[in-house]
């Protein structure tokens, strides 16, 4: 059993950062692919970016360039650092870790004003 929290949403005005942090109970984080993602009102769950249990990342082309995943297994935490943000990166981010299935945080809010 996995379970995650996320924190560090809030509202920002564009242009400014932020940075998410999931914390993941359980052993077996290390070995487990992260992920974050995110669903704006009205819209479905869309990935924003991953990293493998290796540190392999990828990003969908919205945020490359402005966002980073990282992890730390020490502390069994994900991050991602999002910066230049915009408007429309308003949505609820959830942190997902994938093992033997997926696990889901309760999300956290993420307000990018004009």
């Known amino acids: 059993q996995v379970q995650l929290v996320e924190s560090g949403g809030g509202l920002v005005q564009a242009g400014g950062s932020l940075r998410l942090s999931c914390a993941a109970s359980g052993s077996i984080f290390r070995f487990a692919v992260m992920g974050w993602y995110r669903q704006a009102p009205g819209k479905e769950r869309e990935l924003v970016a991953g990293i493998s249990s290796s540190s392999r990342t990828s990003y969908a082309d919205f945020v490359k360039g402005r966002f980073t995943i990282s992890r730390d297994n020490a502390k069994n935490t994900v991050y991602l650092q999002m910066n230049s943000l915009k408007p429309e990166d308003t949505a609820v981010y959830y942190c997902?870790?994938?093992?033997?299935?997926?696990?889901w945080g309760q999300g956290t809010q993420v307000t990018v004003s004009s």
């Open positions: 997902n870790a994938a093992i033997s299935r997926n696990y």
